[in-house]
């Protein structure tokens, strides 16, 4: 079991940064690859970035790549999401997930936290 808590949400402006960050505690932190999902209000949850569990592979949704940056500090069992360049769409509540194997992938996961709320305004 692996429980996640994620914090750094907020209110920010258009073209402003947000950096998410996710707490782990539970089962070792690096036999995990780890995610953030967002969801907006009446949409279905997306995959937003992947990181395996050594942080080697990452992988990114097309609607943030080149904005966003997914990295880890197993030392600290933490993962962030740098979030650069938002836009009003970017705006939902934000998700952090691990998944109980060492890749990463866009789907496939078992642990989530309870979101953070992340608003852009225009």
């Known amino acids: 079991q692996v429980q996640l808590v994620e914090s750094g949400g907020g209110l920010v402006q258009a073209g402003g940064s947000l950096r998410l960050s996710c707490a782990a505690s539970g089962r070792t932190f690096s036999n995990y690859a780890m995610g953030w999902f967002r969801q907006a209000p009446g949409k279905e949850r997306e995959f937003v970035a992947g990181?395996?569990?050594?942080?080697?592979?990452?992988i990114y949704a097309d609607s943030v790549k080149g904005r966003f940056t997914i990295s880890r500090d197993n030392a600290k069992n933490m993962v962030y999401l740098q979030m650069n360049s938002l836009k009003s769409e970017d705006t939902a509540v934000y998700y952090c997930a691990a998944r109980a194997v060492r890749s990463v992938a866009t789907m496939q996961y078992d642990y989530w936290g309870q979101g953070t709320q992340v608003t852009v305004s225009s």
């Open positions: 990181i395996s569990w050594s942080g080697g592979s990452r």
